[in-house]
């Protein structure tokens, strides 16, 4: 069924995300840890985005009823570790374990609100965002996001704020990337996650529910162009971290 394939679209762009960045993750921070150059530039791009990060497993555990026994929003460890939401849940409890998946991918909520409230703060001008249709293909879809990203990059270059913006927002959005160890924790809650909205998704296919299908779609839009955003900042950060690690320690 094809709004099986849309939700399908919607989670298989996240767990590239995540994916690709722990990979990168687990090569790269072994050689920013050995220079003092980058070391000390990777630490000082968390200062805000490790907090929002944490916060946002914290806010989703509390969701949850879930029972929080230590956090520690920053810290510098040479393992890479900045930070961490220690939590005890009951696994008989359904909605705890459903819990699970939204905890782990809580980051990319958080930062997502901070992009969209900042934005409105800071007055950015990115009006101009398309959205894809049901009936679009494959090669429209990338068009779309292709389209957005370059509005924003524009935007972005044409006022010294907006620039400010970008910058801000993308070392935020490199922090609030989900761990492997909350990768791993998403895996104990999506089986139930996902077997439950399938489930609603096929509903809504088999009963011809048009507008709730067009909400998903337009869901799907936004999503994957925030986390082309995403990744495209993961992939520049990771860049400028291994030119600082080039630099010889005194």
């Known amino acids: 069924m094809k709004i099986l394939l849309i939700f399908a679209c919607l989670i298989l762009p996240i767990a590239f995300v995540i994916g690709m960045h722990n990979l990168i993750a687990h090569f790269m921070i072994p050689r920013v840890m050995r220079s003092q150059a980058s070391r000390s530039l990777y630490f000082i791009s968390a200062f805000i985005g490790v907090p929002i990060h944490e916060l946002s497993h914290a806010f989703f555990a509390v969701l949850f009823r879930h029972k929080i026994d230590k956090m520690c929003l920053f810290q510098r460890e040479s393992s890479g570790r900045l930070g961490y939401v220690q939590h ?22 958080g ?6 409230l900042s934005r409105y703060s800071f ?14 293909n494959l090669v429209d879809m990338v068009k779309v996001i292709y389209s957005n990203m370059t509005i924003l990059t524009h935007s972005a270059m044409g006022q010294w ?4 913006w970008l910058i801000a927002m993308s070392l935020i959005s490199f922090h609030c990337i989900p761990s492997r160890t909350d990768f791993n924790h998403a895996l104990k809650g999506s089986f139930i996650v ?6 609603l998704l096929v509903s809504f296919d ?15 839009s936004v999503s994957v162009t925030m986390l082309s955003l995403v990744f495209v900042s993961s992939l520049l950060w990771w860049g400028i971290l291994l030119l600082f690690s080039s630099i010889p320690s005194r």
């Open 111 to 116: 930062a997502g609100l901070v992009i969209v």
């Open 123 to 136: 007055n950015i001008p990115i009006e101009g965002f398309h959205y894809t249709t049901q009936n679009a």
């Open 206 to 220: 088999v009963l011809n529910f048009q507008s709730a299908s067009s909400i998903i779609f337009v869901v799907w």
């Open 88 to 109: 005890r849940w009951n696994t008989r409890s359904l909605y705890q374990v459903i819990g699970l998946f939204f905890i782990a991918i809580a980051p990319l909520f």
């Open 161 to 164: 704020h907006a620039f400010a």
């Open 194 to 199: 996902l077997a439950v909205i399938s489930l």
